[in-house]
């Protein structure tokens, strides 16, 4: 078994994923906080809730006989797609840039991030006990 098959391993992996984009995109915005005319640019909102909801999680009957009915897979898209900011204030320059915003955003997806990764070392080391080997 690989144990990024497993459903809830896949969804750590997606949001850690997304929120790597979403740091890279920060990042950019505060690269370009002095350049004319820059927007400042977001990852779209992605409803995590909903993605984690329970008929994410049902379990699938194998279907070993043409008269066994059979279930569609649930699968969740989490894309990776930038969207500009509605801007609060802009410079003489029509840059959209707020450091202060972007810091508190980048600060925001760090703990997010730190969040998933602890989540991630408890499933796995929920695996190992498992498994017997603490």
């Known amino acids: ?24 995109v920060l990042a950019e915005n505060v690269a370009n906080s002095d350049t004319p005319n820059y927007v400042a640019k977001d990852m779209k909102k992605v409803d995590f809730e909903k993605i984690a909801s329970a008929r994410h999680f049902q379990m699938e009957l194998a279907t070993t006989h ?12 989490m894309g990776a797609v930038q969207e500009n900011q509605t801007p609060v204030e802009t410079s003489p320059t029509g840059n ?13 997806t760090v703990v997010q ?21 603490r």
């Open 1 to 24: 078994m690989n144990i990024q098959d497993v459903k809830v391993v896949q969804m750590m992996t997606d949001r850690m994923k997304w929120l790597s984009q979403r740091q890279r």
């Open 66 to 77: 043409s008269s066994h009915y059979s279930a569609s897979r649930l699968h969740s898209q």
């Open 96 to 108: 959209s840039v707020v450091i202060e915003e972007e810091l508190i955003k980048v600060a925001d």
């Open 113 to 133: 991030y730190q969040l998933m990764t602890s989540l991630y070392k408890k499933q796995l080391g929920m695996y190992r006990m498992a498994l017997g080997n």
